[in-house]
């Protein structure tokens, strides 16, 4: 236990406006705009800006956060008396098929207080080589890396450009997340914990995958993360940036294992490819997958798939046919709130569990 403590207060002490425990928005691709990350962070949780279309979108984002945390006063003053000036939210890439002086730049420029990695298309070998660029081009920014592996976390021990922060993603996990070898953060998160101790690395663990409320986070702080994750939790909150369409569809799902699977299909739909065989990702269950597995061609799905988007939100639901990336615990999602009471919400509920006196020593 007082490991952990220690590593809790690694954690938050890098990040002076959070409170404890720290909920985490996770940075999912386009939907976790500037809205949501200043939202959160201003709740007292880290927020993260998610990958763009491009990686010039990422400068976009992170001028507008700038912008909203000139005129959020906790934040700004926070920042103002800040040693480091970083930016009070973080920002993640997609590296294996971004553009690394880009990202690089605005890493530069920004200072966003912390950086997500993960998907390397070369294992350890790119994730040290991204994160020592992005150290060069600001100190000051904490380097996030997302693991769902046992043997990632014993590459980690063994390099030399080790991290601030290590994301462990359970397979209950929404979007992309890894295809084939992904373990339950039940079990996975206390083994990678007891591996990395065990090897003398002194790093905190933030618990991401099948969170969605204040019981997933209670019981990945029992199981010792130092922070939790939450993504498919936030994609039903008035600042997340998604399409009408497919946030109802958040809220209809259920029974997560049975109602959303894992496949490249919906990538390719979208005409993205190239991520690395290691990941894929999770989504709702709708027409296109049924009609895939019964053997309908990829061309003619296409052509199906292209014509709903034509249609706006009806290209989400049971009958839809786009993607609806989301975790297993879909069926925790019942309803739409501001993303500050999102964090406000789980954290009192696991000071109910633990104790204001316990979580305050978090």
């Given at each position: 236990m007082p490991q952990l403590l220690h590593l809790a207060k690694k954690l938050s002490s890098s990040y002076p406006w959070t409170s404890s425990p720290l909920i985490i928005s996770a940075p999912m691709r386009v939907m976790s705009g500037p809205a949501l990350a200043v939202a959160v962070s201003r709740a007292g949780g880290l927020g993260f800006i998610g990958p763009g279309l491009k990686t010039q979108n990422v400068i976009k984002d992170l001028e507008e956060a700038s912008n909203?945390?000139?005129?959020?006063?906790?934040?700004?003053?926070?920042?103002?008396?800040?040693?480091?000036?970083?930016?009070?939210?973080?920002?993640?890439f997609q590296l294996w098929a971004d553009d690394i002086n880009t990202a690089s730049s605005a890493i530069e420029r920004f200072k966003p207080c912390a950086a997500w990695l993960f998907a390397p298309r070369n294992g350890q070998t790119d994730i040290d080589t991204?994160?020592?660029?992005?150290?060069?081009?600001?100190?000051?920014?904490?380097?996030?890396?997302q693991i769902g592996t046992v043997a990632e976390a014993r590459s980690i021990a063994e390099s030399s450009e080790k991290p601030d922060v290590i994301v462990v993603q359970g397979a209950e996990a929404g979007g992309h997340g890894r295809a084939h070898d992904g373990t339950g953060l039940i079990s996975l998160l206390p083994e990678i914990a007891d591996v990395l101790a065990a090897r003398g690395v002194d790093i905190p663990l933030v618990a991401a995958g099948g969170i969605a409320d204040g019981r997933g986070a209670a019981a990945a702080i029992a199981l010792g993360a130092s922070g939790v994750a939450m993504g498919t939790r936030f994609l039903a909150t008035h600042e997340a940036r998604i399409a009408?369409?497919?946030?109802?569809?958040?809220?209809?799902?259920?029974?997560?294992?049975?109602?959303?699977?894992?496949?490249?299909?919906?990538?390719?739909?979208?005409?993205?490819?190239?991520?690395?065989?290691?990941?894929?990702?999770?989504?709702?269950?709708?027409?296109?997958?049924?009609?895939?597995?019964?053997?309908?061609?990829?061309?003619?799905?296409?052509?199906?798939h292209d014509e709903a988007v034509k249609r706006g939100d009806e290209a989400w639901g049971l009958e839809g046919r786009t993607a609806t990336y989301a975790g297993a615990a879909i069926g925790l999602v019942r309803r739409v709130e501001g993303a500050e009471e999102v964090v406000r919400e789980t954290r009192g509920f696991v000071a109910g569990v633990f104790g204001e006196a316990g979580v305050a020593k978090l």
């Open positions: 909203l945390i000139r005129t959020s006063p906790k934040l700004n003053t926070d920042r103002s008396s800040s040693r480091s000036q970083t930016l009070p939210v973080g920002i993640g991204w994160s020592r660029r992005f150290r060069e081009a600001s100190p000051q920014t904490r380097i996030w890396v009408h369409g497919y946030q109802a569809e958040i809220l209809r799902a259920s029974e997560g294992g049975a109602s959303t699977t894992r496949t490249q299909l919906y990538n390719h739909l979208r005409g993205t490819f190239g991520w690395p065989e290691e990941y894929s990702p999770r989504t709702i269950i709708n027409r296109s997958f049924v009609e895939f597995q019964a053997g309908r061609s990829f061309e003619e799905l296409k052509e199906a």
